[in-house]
């Protein structure tokens, strides 16, 4: 069982990393529908040994158990810290209390973050990019990988053995019985569901990462969770170049258009809009909000010139399916941040203010003044609609 093994990768290369079968939910945000494991990699060159990366701080007695198999936690020189978040170095406070003269190998951003993780004093090498160090006959080269998926994350590459420490990126929630993706069924749904929920985010910054080892000669992708790649790293890395691609160009502007509207009255305003900026040659995709496809929604935006907001005010408040598909848009990397807001209100008529300030703290900007209407719109509501598009569709051509 995975849980007592230290696992060969090459010689003097171990996997000694912790399972975590019955894991539900990771980081209280993510379903993990198969568990996950935290790996950590053990190294030793003839003069030095380093760690890449440690383990989640609930499994430390047992990681630490697994290590001293192969080495006294107090004779190990270095701690390549691929990246920061607790599941990774949960168990590095622990282990500078037991050997304070470890030298930490990090990014400037990682070496920032862990002093406020470990509120301690520790000893710190922060790498550059391309940046070589020797443990003897084992060579680390540090690939800065940032954003995948924090602002610290680096992988780290072993020259003679060709293995790529990559982190999260490649990795999947996924608890196998055996380490080697080649001992093991299919987990595809698991890779893609962690690229989905972990990565989609940070698409510019795969395609950077991705160029970066585009040459490399890797003979095993090892991530940070789930099956190392023995036998389908470049598969691997294929999939997240294919799934992180640019969105097509269209022949027209593309825009999204997301309506809530309980009385008819908003989506009134929405045909007169959608029209307008149709006649201006701008492609619509329209959503019911009440009756959307979250997965429709996200890959609309990812190809979309410009977001749409149709809301009512109800209770003094934009409905909740509104304020959902708010939330989806920092779970993608949307083309644009180019927003537009209407609506009809009974009462009070707060939600378009409210969007708005959303929006803007989602960094879009307004392609024009946002317009709302008390109950039915006059015919003089629906002349201003007809300005309002005409006034989106200048903006989205003029940023074309
Ligand atoms: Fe597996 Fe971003 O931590």
């Known amino acids: 069982m995975l849980d007592k093994a230290v696992i060969e990768l090459c010689k003097d290369v171990d996997w000694v990393g912790m399972p975590h079968p019955d894991l ?24 030095k040994t380093a760690l890449i990366d440690t383990v989640k701080a609930p499994f430390a007695d047992a990681f630490f158990t697994k290590v001293g198999e192969k080495i006294k936690p107090e004779e ?9 978040e607790p599941d990774h170095s949960g168990s590095l406070g622990r282990l500078l209390e037991i050997n304070p003269d470890i030298t930490v190998y990090c ?8 002093k406020q993780l470990l509120n301690r004093d520790f000893n710190v090498h922060v790498v550059s990019d391309g940046e070589e160090v020797d ?13 995948l998926h924090w602002p610290d994350t680096m992988f780290t590459y072993l020259v003679e053995d060709k293995l790529l420490f990559s982190c999260d990126a490649f990795g999947a929630h996924y608890c196998p019985e055996k380490i080697f993706d080649d001992e093991i069924a299919d987990f595809s749904y698991d890779f893609f569901f962690y690229f989905d929920c972990i990565m989609r985010p940070f698409k510019d910054k795969i395609r950077e990462a991705t160029a970066k080892i585009d040459g ?76 959307m496809r979250d997965d429709d929604f996200r890959n609309a935006l990812e190809q979309a010139d410009l977001f749409l907001v149709g809301t009512p005010t109800i209770q003094r408040d ?23 807001i209407f609506g009809s209100f009974g009462w009070s008529g707060e939600a378009v203010k409210m969007v708005e300030a959303r929006l803007a703290g989602l960094k879009y900007k307004l392609a024009t003044d946002s317009l709302s209407f008390r109950f039915t719109p006059t015919e003089e509501n629906l002349a201003a609609c007809r300005d309002f598009a005409e006034q989106v569709a200048g903006t989205v051509l003029c940023e074309e």
């Open 24 to 47: 539900k939910v990771f980081d209280d945000l993510f379903p993990t529908h198969n568990g996950t494991t935290y790996n950590s990699y053990l190294v030793q060159g003839s003069e």
């Open 76 to 84: 190990i020189d270095i701690v390549v810290v691929n990246h920061t």
């Open 107 to 114: 990014t400037k951003a990682a070496e920032n973050f862990l």
């Open 135 to 147: 443990l003897g006959g084992k060579t680390f080269r540090f690939i800065l990988a940032p954003y």
């Open 216 to 291: 490399l000669d890797i003979e095993m992708v090892c991530p940070s969770h789930g099956p190392i790649r023995r036998s389908s790293g470049k598969g691997a890395i294929s999939a997240y170049k294919r799934w992180a691609a640019p969105p097509p160009q269209g022949e027209k502007p593309r825009a999204v258009m997301a309506v809530l509207s309980s009385h008819g009255n908003t989506a009134g305003m929405a045909d007169v809009v959608q029209k307008e900026l149709e006649n201006h040659g701008i492609e619509v995709t329209r959503f019911a909000l009440s009756d």
């Open 318 to 340: 934009a409905p909740p399916q509104v304020w959902h598909a708010l939330t989806l848009i920092s779970s993608v990397t949307p083309k644009a941040r180019l927003g537009a």
